[in-house]
């Protein structure tokens, strides 16, 4: 029996058009989104990487880790990832992900925002090696923290609170029309890890 047992029920269509997001919530309850989150801090191996910017190299506001099967070699913003072992706890919440979006992962980026000052900034996983139009369930466990999204051309915004338990599907050309971050917070908040789980495919050279 799994040890996460994703609540049944459709979830909310977060953009208006050119690809979807839905927000499923209570997908874990609140027992088990405590549980989950002390496991995947303690047993997860978090790093801080650098971005080159401006001929510098700056520490991501966040820690990650990359965990997947052995092939699912990863590359973002410069940084090259190879991926970790799957842990019991990380392998139980991918089972949950893959039934709340129908799809199969093989892959999964961790975020750990370790306050309000940590962020990630406006982006698009499109990546080549996840294709042209992934689908990429992203679950939320620890502090609540928002969500934007921002469509490319018309710069239409969408802001949403995601809770601990929630699920967010994207999918169809979200990720080629749109545009997300988790934007920095003055107001005090505790410890956030997002798992956006993946499909990583082998780029041809």
């Known amino acids: 029996m799994s040890l996460f047992d994703p609540a049944p029920g459709v979830g909310s269509e977060l953009l208006p058009h050119d690809g979807s997001a839905c927000l499923h919530l209570d997908v874990l309850a ?44 990863y590359a973002y913003s410069g940084i090259e990832l190879t991926p970790g072992p799957w842990t019991p706890a990380i392998s139980e919440l991918r089972s949950v992900c893959e039934r709340v979006a129908a799809t199969a992962f093989n892959s999964v980026l961790a975020n750990l925002y370790r306050s309000g000052n940590d ?50 599907v994207m999918s169809g050309t979200c990720q080629s029309e749109w545009v997300h971050r988790v934007a920095k917070t003055k107001r005090p908040t505790e410890p956030r890890i997002n798992l956006t789980f993946r499909s990583i495919s082998p780029v041809s050279a």
């Open 119 to 168: 962020s990630v900034d406006w982006h698009s996983d499109d990546e080549p090696e996840l294709g042209p139009r992934p689908t990429i369930a992203s679950l939320s466990l620890g502090a609540q923290r928002r969500f934007d999204l921002r469509h490319k051309t018309s710069g239409h915004t969408v802001k949403v609170d995601l809770p601990p338990g929630s699920v967010v």
């Open 30 to 73: 609140p027992d088990e989104a405590r549980t989950a989150f002390a496991a995947l801090r303690d047993e997860l191996e978090w790093r801080q990487n650098h971005l080159r910017m401006f001929g510098r190299l700056i520490p991501e506001p966040r820690l990650v880790s990359w965990i997947g099967d052995p092939d699912a070699h």
